[in-house]
């Protein structure tokens, strides 16, 4: 049952720390963004070198943001945080050093932004996956909520701290500021005393394999791609307030800088009004109802923005927009952290977080065309539009799951094969055999809970998968999944048995006769060298390296 209070993950002392240095670097990342927005801005007069700063901050998610969920799983991400925060420390404290010398240039602020950028990147996962690591499940909604209003406050103290710096000092000691607000952090997260973790006998999972696992995990977990979905759908709409609001201000309402300032505020007071109401409203509502909402009071918050000309009515409406991001975005983070296991989870989380970055980017270029041709307020109609029509989505792709299947506790362990030989750990690839013998009139069901069953073969990384019935002998039904080394297949297994799997694996027994039960063979394929006047073999061949007749693998 989830926790009464908003507040009560801060009871927590580790959450509380990092909490407090999540809030204290957040502020000093705004200040550095005003403080480059400013250095910028006295270097050079080149509105394309300005805007470059952005592109500078946003491009290392792309380019890091899988490899940094892979390198979360399968580093010490204790070690990784600290990795990452020194990283950006040195890169804030010699952009200081630059400025305080004068040896800036815009070329050299864009390179040290992007190098910012790249700890960032490689940060962000590893810092989302920490927070179910140190909470109570039933603590977690509200975490996720607390870290957005460290995010929402900072982003309103921030750009004000950082404009009064540089107004009586200089950028540099904005740049100064941030690289100390990342050596707090540092020293907050080495006191953190992580608990011992389990301890593989295998070798470490390569990077590329990692990557790729994350995203075999997400193709074929379903809570997952509905997650992504959705995702994509709200943020795409979404973007445009972010993308138009500037415009909104300067070109519709004639309104100063200062007037799109305040409605950030009140977005950010939006999103901390959400994180009080939120125990309140997740005992109340479904997570698709609470999606339901908030996308709806967001679709009539980029119509005030189109429409509305009353200030005092905008900020209400900000406020409101403010309370429906963080609900929206509350929900997805919760979701996507919630319904994948500890293996995968910083994957998860970096693939989640490049689709949302995704969405928003493609659809600020997408409602910035529109609202060139059509219109600022056609614009902002049509993304509210699209944002109600993207509430038709839950009739298919329900966020809710069930709550058995976000324990993913290992039911049991797997069988260990009998070997007649122990292959290298690269030697591969490996099939994995498990023959059934079926009646005509439960095939059916059978195949309906095989192709399950191979769902999550290929979830829990199976590079292909079958099922396949002997021509002879109709009754005789063999289900293979392939791995791509002996190495991977000793990964998937280490793993155990899921609940679910489990369950279909009753259900698949019963629908098996005869006295003997599934036969399981394991068989490795052969790369033969021929020696001179040795005939090769085939390409392709295989042999066994361990069969039993017992419990399905």
């Given at each position: 049952m989830a926790s009464s209070s908003p507040f009560t993950p801060l009871k927590t002392p580790i959450f509380r720390m990092l909490w407090i240095a999540s809030f204290v670097s957040n502020v000093g990342t705004w200040m550095q963004n005003v403080g480059a927005v400013g250095l910028m801005t006295e270097l050079t007069t080149s509105p394309v070198l300005v805007a470059l700063l952005q592109t500078a901050s946003a491009l290392p998610v792309f380019l890091l943001s899988l490899p940094a969920g892979a390198l979360a799983d399968l580093l010490d991400r204790r070690k990784l945080l600290i990795l990452t925060q020194t990283w950006m420390a040195a890169v804030a404290l010699l952009l200081a050093g630059m400025a305080f010398g004068g040896f800036s240039s815009p070329w050299l602020l864009l390179s040290l932004t992007f190098l910012l950028g790249l700890g960032g990147a490689l940060n962000n996962p590893v810092w989302q996956s920490v927070t179910p690591e140190v909470v109570p499940p039933a603590d977690l909604p509200q975490a996720i909520a607390l870290n957005s209003v460290s995010f929402n406050l900072a982003r309103a103290l921030g750009p004000a701290l950082g404009g009064l710096v540089i107004g009586y000092f200089s950028a540099g000691a904005a740049f100064l500021l941030n690289g100390l607000s990342f050596l707090g952090t540092i020293y907050m997260v080495y006191s953190w005393r992580r608990e011992p973790q389990p301890v593989s006998?295998?070798?470490?999972?390569?990077?590329?394999?990692?990557?790729?696992?994350?995203?075999?995990?997400?193709?074929?977990?379903?809570?997952?791609?509905?997650?992504?979905?959705?995702?994509?759908?709200?943020?795409?709409?979404?973007?445009?307030?972010?993308?138009?609001?500037?415009?909104?201000?300067?070109?519709?309402?004639?309104?100063?800088?200062?007037?799109?300032?305040?409605?950030?505020?009140?977005?950010?007071?939006?999103?901390?009004?959400?994180?009080?109401?939120?125990?309140?409203?997740?005992?109340?509502?479904?997570?698709?109802?609470?999606?339901?909402?908030?996308?709806?009071?967001?679709?009539?918050?980029?119509?005030?923005?189109?429409?509305?000309?009353?200030?005092?009515?905008?900020?209400?409406?900000?406020?409101?927009?403010?309370?429906?991001?963080?609900?929206?975005?509350?929900?997805?983070?919760?979701?996507?952290?919630?319904?994948?296991?500890?293996?995968?989870?910083?994957?998860?989380?970096?693939?989640?977080?490049?689709?949302?970055?995704?969405?928003?980017?493609?659809?600020?270029?997408?409602?910035?065309?529109?609202?060139?041709?059509?219109?600022?307020?056609?614009?902002?109609?049509?993304?509210?539009?699209?944002?109600?029509?993207?509430?038709?989505?839950?009739?298919?792709?329900?966020?809710?799951?069930?709550?058995?299947a976000l324990d993913h506790t290992p039911t049991r362990q797997r069988p260990e094969p009998v070997l007649a030989e122990e292959p290298a750990p690269a030697e591969g690839p490996v099939i994995t055999t498990t023959t059934y013998r079926v009646t005509p009139e439960n095939r059916a069901a059978f195949t309906y809970y095989m192709e399950q069953l191979g769902r999550i073969r290929r979830r829990e990384g199976a590079i292909g998968w079958g099922l396949y019935a002997d021509l002879a002998d109709p009754d005789r039904l063999m289900e293979y999944f392939l791995s791509e080394s002996w190495e991977e297949y000793l990964r998937q297994h280490q793993r155990g048995v899921g609940r679910e799997e489990a369950e279909l694996k009753v259900r698949l027994r019963q629908l098996h006769y005869g006295s003997e039960p599934p036969h399981v063979s394991h068989l490795l394929a052969q790369h033969h060298h021929p020696a001179a006047g040795h005939p090769a073999m085939p390409p392709g061949s295989t042999r066994l390296v361990a069969s039993t007749a017992g419990e399905a693998t």
């Open positions: 006998t295998l070798a470490a999972e390569r990077l590329v394999m990692a990557m790729r696992g994350g995203l075999r995990y997400a193709r074929f977990a379903p809570p997952v791609q509905r997650i992504l979905l959705r995702g994509a759908a709200f943020t795409f709409g979404g973007s445009a307030l972010f993308a138009l609001m500037p415009a909104v201000v300067a070109q519709r309402l004639l309104r100063p800088t200062s007037f799109y300032s305040l409605l950030l505020t009140c977005m950010g007071l939006g999103a901390v009004l959400a994180a009080v109401l939120l125990p309140r409203l997740n005992r109340r509502l479904s997570i698709d109802g609470r999606v339901a909402l908030a996308t709806t009071v967001f679709a009539g918050g980029l119509l005030g923005l189109g429409y509305v000309n009353a200030p005092w009515l905008l900020y209400g409406a900000l406020v409101l927009v403010g309370m429906a991001w963080m609900l929206v975005l509350n929900s997805f983070s919760v979701g996507v952290q919630t319904v994948v296991p500890r293996w995968v989870q910083a994957r998860t989380i970096s693939i989640y977080l490049l689709v949302i970055q995704g969405g928003m980017a493609v659809g600020s270029v997408v409602w910035g065309a529109v609202a060139e041709r059509a219109g600022l307020p056609l614009a902002l109609a049509g993304a509210a539009g699209w944002l109600l029509l993207s509430l038709l989505l839950a009739r298919r792709y329900s966020l809710q799951t069930p709550p058995e």
